[in-house]
């Protein structure tokens, strides 16, 4: 049930955050004083939550569209299965993002 | 076409029959599975991509979109992106918008907005990739 309409959440975030994708996509080819602009908007707290939130939700929606596309196939339709898929969406989108964020954080400490 | 029951008296079967299909069948069911499976595959790498990017400065972060393999799944993940997103966008509008003026400005905006990124950031690419 949550799951559903996460997947459409996270989906409308998804676009906005692909529209700011562009937009950093056009800063870069635009020239470094456009992309460090960019970069300063992106680093800066505000910018870095909104990353955050951004890469969450597009882990919820890799996992759980993958579990739609196996789900597609017919499997697992009863509602117990389910269930249990739904949890492994939500708790594989959390573990995603802790192991990216540990490794870029990991990154920033060695450069 | 008058849908009031008072006024009307044919049955929704009847003003329907005529006008043809939409011709579009199962199209939007398949390529939004089609382009989903490309945005695995794609996003996947370009995951991997984005480590290397952290703390980038400017010409590390133009080198890696020039590389020429970066810049075609880049650009086949930007067009399977936009082409998800207006399908999903679209499904949204239809669920949700019910007057018929403020959904066709929806559905007009949404096929917009996601042609125009898309064009925008391919643009941004073939640019860095070409080098001017």
């Known amino acids: ?111 | 076409m008058n849908n009031d029951p008072v006024k009307n008296f044919r049955t929704p079967l009847k003003r329907a029959i005529g006008l043809g299909s939409a011709m579009e069948g199962t199209g939007h069911f398949l390529w939004q599975r089609v382009t989903a499976i490309a945005l695995v595959l794609c996003g996947v790498y370009l995951i991997g991509l984005l480590f290397g990017l952290t703390g980038a400065d400017y010409p590390v972060a133009r080198a890696m979109v020039a590389d020429p393999v970066n810049a075609v799944i880049l650009v086949a993940f930007l067009i399977a992106a936009f082409w998800h997103a207006k399908l999903g966008l679209q499904v949204i509008i239809e669920d949700y918008v019910h007057t018929p003026l403020l959904g066709g400005i929806a559905h007009l905006a949404n096929i917009f907005v996601c042609a125009l990124a898309a064009i925008a950031g391919v643009l941004a690419i073939v640019r860095i990739a070409l080098g001017s």
Not at chain 1, 62 to 85: A, C, K
Not at chain 1, 98 to 111: F, P, T, Y
């Open chain 1, 1 to 111: 049930m949550v799951t559903s309409i996460l997947h459409r959440a996270t989906g409308m975030a998804l676009v906005v955050g692909m529209l700011a994708m562009v937009y950093g996509l056009l800063a870069l080819a635009a020239g470094p004083e456009r992309w460090q602009a960019f970069a300063a908007c992106v680093g800066s707290p505000f910018g870095k939550l909104l990353l955050f939130c951004f890469s969450w939700a597009l882990a919820f929606h890799l996992i759980n569209g993958i579990r739609h596309l196996v789900q597609d196939t017919g499997y697992g339709w009863s509602i117990p299965e389910f269930v249990r898929s739904s949890w492994i969406s939500i708790i594989g989108s959390a573990v995603l993002v802790v192991v990216v964020w540990g490794i870029v954080l990991m990154r920033w400490g060695q450069a």
